[in-house]
């Protein structure tokens, strides 16, 4: 052998080499953070009427279902059972407090119950004309209201009218979005989509911008014919871009399809397909898609099915296909389970999710690997583990994060109730059923995540308060 070919063949060998201690710099371990609890509450019920006042339907105690946070990051924002909306102004000495009380600042009192509202995209604690919401409930217009209404009645601050020409009739929203810049929101019914401007509410113009069916004809007597995604449109989720209009909309079924399109610019399908050979490869089941959510750089796709053991991501550059499935998550439940992402610190990002049994789980490095990807690590939101952790939401600080749990069972049935957004029709169960009572632990709690491992953007010292981690 020469000794040009045995050089070459050691740099190779060098070469190889650098590039495996690269790859191990990229993907260190990335050791548990510790949690500590800074807030918590478990009253849903602030400002809501008297039992005797309530509706008949509703369950005695209401229970916290989901949580966001505002664009500023000041507020949180809860659906109770109530059904209410209840608002949090953070403290603004939160990270040095230890479980302190969290009380409500607002309540937000809806006619009928309701799973999806959006608050303002450009929020401002400090702005006053930008403190408000959207909130669609069943057989009524979508309201525009306040978030911090004063405490005689008012009404809405403008309505937005979705019906059915050939009945007039109110189509019940399924899912609605509020993007960046705020101009515009969109929202899902059965097999449409709509468009509409902010700035043209109903006494300006009865219709939406856009009309968006989602299969050519509702009335063929085969709904489509095998064309486009029939269906309940019951997830919407933006895809973030550099330009302000964003790009793709992609919206779940409850019949198990996922379809991209490009709304703003095109108003036209790009893209439908099902889930349900990608559950088929990961064998996690489920029963419908609840939220669709795309990763941080907008390059994957994660899609969230009720009474599923996992969470699917697909790869959108292209070819639409699955790259891999987030296993290891409890979510056989009818609840609605939300999850949340955010940017990781070494590549990839990162998937926060609630389960059934009330945990949370976080997978870390989502979108780096093909296949199964297990849970980095748990931990344990509620005590006892009786109710669902119906969300988990991270501020865009990254380092608190909220919670919320609760969850209802029907007498002698071990399983969670359905959040009101099933095929069947909201409250229509028998007179003659078991009667719906509440599990006893709901709560909402503030946490900080403290980062144990060298490579992370911002770290805080231990703070005192109740931990509660997975040993």
Known sequence: MSTESTKDSQTHKLVMLTKEEASEKQLPNMSKPTLNLLASTTNPNSDLPTKKDRDPRNCDAPFFKSAQWTADGTTLLTLTSSPAINSYVLPSDLL???NSPLSSASCLLLPEPTSTFAPCPYFSLSNPPTQCLLAASTDHPIHLQSIFPP???????????LIKPETEAYLPITSLIWPSPGSHFIVGTTNLLAVFD???????????LLRVPTIPSTRHISKGNGIGMRGTVSALSL??????EGGMLAAGTWTRWI???????????????SVKPGVEEAKIGGRGVVQTIWSPCGRYLVVNERGSEGLLVYD?????KLLGWLSGRDGTTNQRLSVDVFPASVGGFEVWAGTKSGKAVVYEGVGMAEGETKPSWEWGVNNKGESAVGAAAMHSSGSVLATCSGSWKVGGDDSSSDDSESDS???????????AFVVEETSLKIWSINASNASSEQEFGPLEGEVEEKE
């Open 198 to 208: 902010v700035s043209r509410p109903d006494n300006l113009s009865s219709e939406p």
């Open 259 to 273: 379809g991209l399109y490009d709304i703003y610019r095109s108003g036209s399908v790009i893209a439908n397909f």
């Open 151 to 161: 405490s005689h009645p008012i009404p809405p601050l403008a309505s937005f009218f």
């Open 96 to 98: 040095t407090s230890s």
């Open 425 to 435: 029709e909201e409250n229509e169960s028998p007179l003659g059923s078991k009667p």
């Open 316 to 320: 959108v550059r292209g070819t639409h």
């Open 239 to 244: 895809q973030q871009t550099n330009d302000q």
